[in-house]
């Protein structure tokens, strides 16, 4: 089982700043078939990014994923305020279990 | 697309959970459409539970597998899930969704349902 991991737990900062959030795995994830997801609360979660790099359909282009192997990075360039939740990494190469991280909360500073 | 939890909200340890995901907007039997359980404990992350195609093919978490069971009803266009022997730990939010057409990430969400393990 591929497990992930994600930092920072917690991202204060102001709207119009830039995101750098983190997802590291135990292992290659072959084909760089990473995910990400934002969640609001109350909320199901919401696709952004598959295949590490590609954005949903509806996804602005603020939102960017990149890297591959066990290293990615989703970027969001200037933070809307609708942008403030909770995102997951979520990793569905090779066999099951599918797994996610264990999230990164971007909060207003 | 949209999917609809519905089942018990609340079940009593060592009891099963039953739930149930109504999809509308389209057939469960078309395409080539994978259709999971994921679940959230309260303020904890995601974990996916497994998934059933409408051809009946089937594949759990490990982690749950001696526990879980996950049917689909083409005549009805929904599918569902039973976990068996449930503790306090079974307690989160119940989520169905569907797959992309060719990999195994979640394009449509239902809105999720709490079920609560208490006595």
């Known amino acids: 089982e591929i497990v992930l991991t994600q930092s920072p737990g917690t991202l204060s900062l102001s709207p119009g700043e830039r995101a750098t959030l983190s997802c590291r795995a135990s292992q290659s994830v072959s084909s760089s078939y990473l995910a990400w997801y934002q969640q609001k609360p109350g909320q199901a979660p919401r696709l952004l990014i598959y295949g590490a790099s590609s954005r949903a359909t509806g996804i602005p282009d603020r939102f960017r994923g990149s890297g591959s192997g066990t290293d990615f990075t989703l970027t969001i360039s200037r933070l809307d305020p609708e942008d403030f939740a909770v995102y997951y990494c979520?990793?569905?190469?090779?066999?099951?279990?599918?797994?996610f991280g264990p999230g990164t909360k971007v909060d207003i500073k | 697309l949209q999917l609809q939890e519905s089942g018990s909200g609340l079940v009593k340890p060592s009891q099963t959970l039953s739930l149930t995901c109504a999809v509308s907007?389209?057939?469960?039997?078309?395409?080539?459409?994978?259709w999971s359980w994921i679940r959230q404990p309260p303020g904890k992350g995601l974990e996916w539970i497994g998934y059933?195609?409408?051809?009946?093919?089937?594949y759990y978490n490990p982690s749950l597998k001696s526990r879980v069971t996950i049917s689909v009803d083409r005549s009805k266009n929904q599918f569902s899930l039973n976990l068996s022997s449930v503790t306090a730990a079974d307690t989160a939010v119940y989520y169905c969704a569907r797959g992309h057409e060719y990999y195994d990430f979640w394009t449509a969400w239902g809105k999720g349902t709490t079920v609560t393990v208490s006595s």
């Open positions: 059933i195609y409408h051809s009946g093919n089937t």
């Open positions: 907007g389209g057939s469960i039997s078309s395409g080539g459409y994978s």
């Open positions: 979520q990793q569905y190469g090779g066999s099951p279990p599918f797994t």
